[in-house]
Protein backbone atom coordinates (compact mmCIF):
# COMPACT_ATOMS: atom_id res chain seq x y z
CA UNK A 1 0.00 0.00 0.00
CA UNK A 2 1.36 3.53 -0.99
CA UNK A 3 2.30 5.92 1.78
CA UNK A 4 -0.94 8.31 0.22
CA UNK A 5 -3.20 5.29 0.37
CA UNK A 6 -2.44 4.26 3.98
CA UNK A 7 -2.98 8.46 5.11
CA UNK A 8 -6.00 8.73 3.15
CA UNK A 9 -8.93 8.65 5.22
CA UNK A 10 -10.60 7.22 1.87
CA UNK A 11 -8.67 5.67 -1.01
CA UNK A 12 -10.06 4.01 -4.33
CA UNK A 13 -8.16 2.96 -6.84
CA UNK A 14 -9.91 1.48 -10.47
CA UNK A 15 -13.18 0.45 -8.51
CA UNK A 16 -15.65 -0.57 -10.88
CA UNK A 17 -19.38 -2.24 -9.62
CA UNK A 18 -21.47 -3.93 -12.05
CA UNK A 19 -24.75 -5.23 -11.13
CA UNK A 20 -26.85 -7.71 -12.64
CA UNK A 21 -30.13 -6.72 -14.10
CA UNK A 22 -32.92 -8.67 -16.35
CA UNK A 23 -31.47 -7.09 -19.18
CA UNK A 24 -27.71 -8.20 -17.99
CA UNK A 25 -25.10 -6.51 -16.32
CA UNK A 26 -25.15 -2.76 -15.78
CA UNK A 27 -21.94 -1.19 -15.11
CA UNK A 28 -22.48 1.57 -12.18
CA UNK A 29 -18.96 2.33 -11.27
CA UNK A 30 -16.24 1.98 -14.02
CA UNK A 31 -12.84 2.74 -12.84
CA UNK A 32 -13.44 5.23 -9.88
CA UNK A 33 -10.36 6.35 -8.45
CA UNK A 34 -10.75 9.10 -5.50
CA UNK A 35 -8.96 9.96 -2.08
CA UNK A 36 -10.35 12.40 1.06
CA UNK A 37 -8.04 13.67 3.03
CA UNK A 38 -8.57 13.68 7.15
CA UNK A 39 -10.59 16.27 7.97
CA UNK A 40 -11.43 17.30 4.25
CA UNK A 41 -15.14 18.08 3.39
CA UNK A 42 -15.80 16.40 -0.31
CA UNK A 43 -18.97 17.72 -2.02
CA UNK A 44 -20.21 15.26 -5.05
CA UNK A 45 -22.45 16.05 -7.45
CA UNK A 46 -23.74 14.85 -10.66
CA UNK A 47 -26.50 14.19 -12.20
CA UNK A 48 -29.24 11.47 -11.28
CA UNK A 49 -27.80 8.13 -11.95
CA UNK A 50 -24.60 8.79 -12.11
CA UNK A 51 -23.37 6.62 -9.59
CA UNK A 52 -23.26 9.36 -6.42
CA UNK A 53 -25.00 6.90 -4.38
CA UNK A 54 -23.80 3.97 -5.36
CA UNK A 55 -20.06 5.64 -4.32
CA UNK A 56 -21.26 6.13 -1.16
CA UNK A 57 -22.47 2.50 -0.36
CA UNK A 58 -19.37 1.34 -1.14
CA UNK A 59 -17.06 3.63 0.89
CA UNK A 60 -19.39 2.39 3.48
CA UNK A 61 -18.96 -1.09 2.74
CA UNK A 62 -22.82 -1.70 2.32
CA UNK A 63 -21.66 -2.47 -1.45
CA UNK A 64 -18.98 -4.96 -2.35
CA UNK A 65 -16.65 -3.63 -5.77
CA UNK A 66 -16.72 -6.08 -8.36
CA UNK A 67 -13.22 -4.90 -9.09
CA UNK A 68 -9.84 -2.14 -7.60
CA UNK A 69 -8.96 -1.73 -4.30
CA UNK A 70 -10.72 0.06 -1.42
CA UNK A 71 -9.27 1.52 1.30
CA UNK A 72 -11.35 3.66 3.99
CA UNK A 73 -10.01 4.65 7.77
CA UNK A 74 -6.85 2.53 6.52
CA UNK A 75 -8.93 -0.55 6.37
CA UNK A 76 -8.80 -2.19 2.68
CA UNK A 77 -12.52 -3.48 2.63
CA UNK A 78 -11.52 -5.66 0.06
CA UNK A 79 -12.84 -8.84 0.76
CA UNK A 80 -13.90 -8.90 4.24
CA UNK A 81 -17.36 -11.18 5.03
CA UNK A 82 -20.72 -9.13 6.27
CA UNK A 83 -19.65 -9.08 9.60
CA UNK A 84 -16.38 -7.63 9.42
CA UNK A 85 -18.07 -5.07 7.12
CA UNK A 86 -20.70 -4.33 9.65
CA UNK A 87 -18.09 -4.07 12.22
CA UNK A 88 -16.07 -1.52 9.85
CA UNK A 89 -18.90 0.57 9.88
CA UNK A 90 -20.25 0.32 13.49
CA UNK A 91 -16.14 1.66 14.49
CA UNK A 92 -15.56 4.28 11.57
CA UNK A 93 -18.31 5.49 9.37
CA UNK A 94 -21.48 7.63 10.31
CA UNK A 95 -23.95 7.18 7.91
CA UNK A 96 -26.71 10.05 7.58
CA UNK A 97 -29.36 9.30 4.99
CA UNK A 98 -32.29 11.57 3.27
CA UNK A 99 -34.95 9.55 4.40
CA UNK A 100 -33.50 9.84 8.34
CA UNK A 101 -34.12 5.64 8.36
CA UNK A 102 -34.82 5.93 11.96
CA UNK A 103 -36.51 2.97 14.35
CA UNK A 104 -39.97 4.12 14.61
CA UNK A 105 -40.71 1.93 17.84
CA UNK A 106 -37.69 3.40 19.36
CA UNK A 107 -37.17 6.75 20.84
CA UNK A 108 -34.57 9.18 20.01
CA UNK A 109 -32.46 8.21 22.91
CA UNK A 110 -32.84 4.19 21.78
CA UNK A 111 -32.39 5.19 18.37
CA UNK A 112 -28.72 7.10 19.38
CA UNK A 113 -27.85 4.45 21.76
CA UNK A 114 -28.32 0.90 19.13
CA UNK A 115 -24.49 1.50 17.86
CA UNK A 116 -22.87 2.19 21.19
CA UNK A 117 -25.16 -0.78 22.32
CA UNK A 118 -24.00 -2.94 19.42
CA UNK A 119 -20.51 -2.15 20.02
CA UNK A 120 -20.75 -3.45 23.71
CA UNK A 121 -20.08 0.55 25.11
CA UNK A 122 -20.62 1.01 28.65
CA UNK A 123 -23.23 3.67 29.25
CA UNK A 124 -24.89 3.91 26.06
CA UNK A 125 -27.91 5.17 26.86
CA UNK A 126 -25.30 8.09 28.58
CA UNK A 127 -23.70 8.64 25.42
CA UNK A 128 -26.32 8.78 23.31
CA UNK A 129 -27.77 11.62 25.18
CA UNK A 130 -25.20 13.48 25.31
CA UNK A 131 -24.61 13.39 21.46
CA UNK A 132 -28.70 14.44 21.01
CA UNK A 133 -27.63 17.71 23.32
CA UNK A 134 -24.86 18.73 21.08
CA UNK A 135 -27.26 18.74 18.17
CA UNK A 136 -29.83 20.52 19.83
CA UNK A 137 -32.04 17.74 21.52
CA UNK A 138 -31.89 17.06 24.74
CA UNK A 139 -35.13 18.34 25.50
CA UNK A 140 -36.62 15.18 22.79
CA UNK A 141 -35.20 12.05 24.22
CA UNK A 142 -38.12 10.52 24.99
CA UNK A 143 -39.89 11.61 21.93
CA UNK A 144 -40.64 8.87 18.84
CA UNK A 145 -39.44 9.89 15.35
CA UNK A 146 -43.79 10.46 14.58
CA UNK A 147 -43.49 13.12 16.90
CA UNK A 148 -40.58 14.97 16.23
CA UNK A 149 -40.87 17.27 12.72
CA UNK A 150 -38.68 16.29 9.52
CA UNK A 151 -35.68 18.64 10.96
CA UNK A 152 -35.47 17.09 14.11
CA UNK A 153 -35.47 13.34 12.82
CA UNK A 154 -32.34 14.24 11.04
CA UNK A 155 -30.73 15.77 13.58
CA UNK A 156 -31.25 12.04 15.38
CA UNK A 157 -30.13 10.70 12.59
CA UNK A 158 -26.97 12.98 13.02
CA UNK A 159 -26.54 12.37 16.30
CA UNK A 160 -26.74 8.26 16.08
CA UNK A 161 -24.58 8.58 13.28
CA UNK A 162 -21.79 10.33 15.50
CA UNK A 163 -22.65 8.01 18.68
CA UNK A 164 -19.64 5.87 18.00
CA UNK A 165 -17.07 8.65 17.15
CA UNK A 166 -16.75 8.35 13.13
CA UNK A 167 -13.92 9.67 11.48
CA UNK A 168 -15.70 9.73 8.51
CA UNK A 169 -18.91 10.58 7.70
CA UNK A 170 -21.26 10.29 4.68
CA UNK A 171 -24.35 12.01 4.48
CA UNK A 172 -26.89 11.22 0.96
CA UNK A 173 -28.64 14.46 0.26
CA UNK A 174 -29.22 14.80 3.79
CA UNK A 175 -31.33 18.10 2.94
CA UNK A 176 -33.27 16.35 0.23
CA UNK A 177 -36.84 15.77 2.92
CA UNK A 178 -36.37 19.38 4.22
CA UNK A 179 -37.59 22.50 3.58
CA UNK A 180 -34.58 25.57 2.67
CA UNK A 181 -34.40 27.30 6.19
CA UNK A 182 -34.10 23.75 8.22
CA UNK A 183 -32.12 22.27 5.73
CA UNK A 184 -29.72 25.57 6.09
CA UNK A 185 -29.70 24.14 9.96
CA UNK A 186 -29.00 20.63 8.97
CA UNK A 187 -26.19 21.52 7.45
CA UNK A 188 -24.69 24.20 9.17
CA UNK A 189 -25.15 21.48 12.02
CA UNK A 190 -23.54 18.89 9.45
CA UNK A 191 -20.06 21.53 8.94
CA UNK A 192 -20.08 22.06 12.81
CA UNK A 193 -19.93 18.51 14.07
CA UNK A 194 -17.17 17.77 11.05
CA UNK A 195 -14.84 20.82 12.39
CA UNK A 196 -15.44 19.72 16.06
CA UNK A 197 -14.66 16.18 15.61
CA UNK A 198 -12.00 16.45 13.29
CA UNK A 199 -13.83 13.84 10.61
CA UNK A 200 -14.25 13.69 7.20
CA UNK A 201 -17.44 14.48 5.70
CA UNK A 202 -18.55 13.14 2.21
CA UNK A 203 -21.57 14.88 0.87
CA UNK A 204 -23.24 13.71 -1.79
CA UNK A 205 -26.00 17.32 -3.20
CA UNK A 206 -27.68 18.09 -6.11
CA UNK A 207 -27.09 21.96 -5.26
CA UNK A 208 -23.71 22.60 -6.27
CA UNK A 209 -23.88 25.73 -3.74
CA UNK A 210 -24.18 23.52 -0.94
CA UNK A 211 -21.01 21.53 -2.37
CA UNK A 212 -19.32 24.28 -3.25
CA UNK A 213 -19.34 25.23 0.86
CA UNK A 214 -16.76 22.00 0.74
CA UNK A 215 -13.03 21.73 0.83
CA UNK A 216 -13.76 20.08 -2.59
CA UNK A 217 -15.74 19.10 -5.56
CA UNK A 218 -15.53 15.35 -7.04
CA UNK A 219 -18.12 15.29 -10.45
CA UNK A 220 -19.30 12.01 -11.30
CA UNK A 221 -20.59 11.48 -14.78
CA UNK A 222 -21.88 7.55 -16.07
CA UNK A 223 -20.16 5.74 -13.13
CA UNK A 224 -16.85 8.04 -13.11
CA UNK A 225 -15.31 10.64 -11.85
CA UNK A 226 -14.62 13.46 -14.24
CA UNK A 227 -13.48 15.69 -12.26
CA UNK A 228 -11.78 16.49 -8.73
CA UNK A 229 -10.81 12.88 -7.61
CA UNK A 230 -7.43 14.35 -5.74
CA UNK A 231 -6.68 17.52 -4.42
Known amino acids: MSDTMSTAAVSLRNV ?3 LPSRAGNV ?6 DLEVRPGEALGVVGP ?4 KTTLLMV ?8 SGEVVVAGKS ?5 EDALAAFRRDHVGIVFQSFHLIP ?3 ALENVAVPLEFRGATGAMETAAGRLERVGLGHRLDHYPGQLSGGEQQRVAIARALASGAKIIIADEPTGNLDHVTGEQIVKLL ?3 KEQG ?22 VLDGKIVSGATT
Open 16 to 18: HLT
Open 191 to 193: FDV
Open 105 to 107: TMT
Open 198 to 219: GASLILVTHDRALARRCDRIAE
Open 59 to 66: IAGLEKAS
Open 48 to 51: SGSG
Open 27 to 32: DILRGV
Open 77 to 81: LNGLG
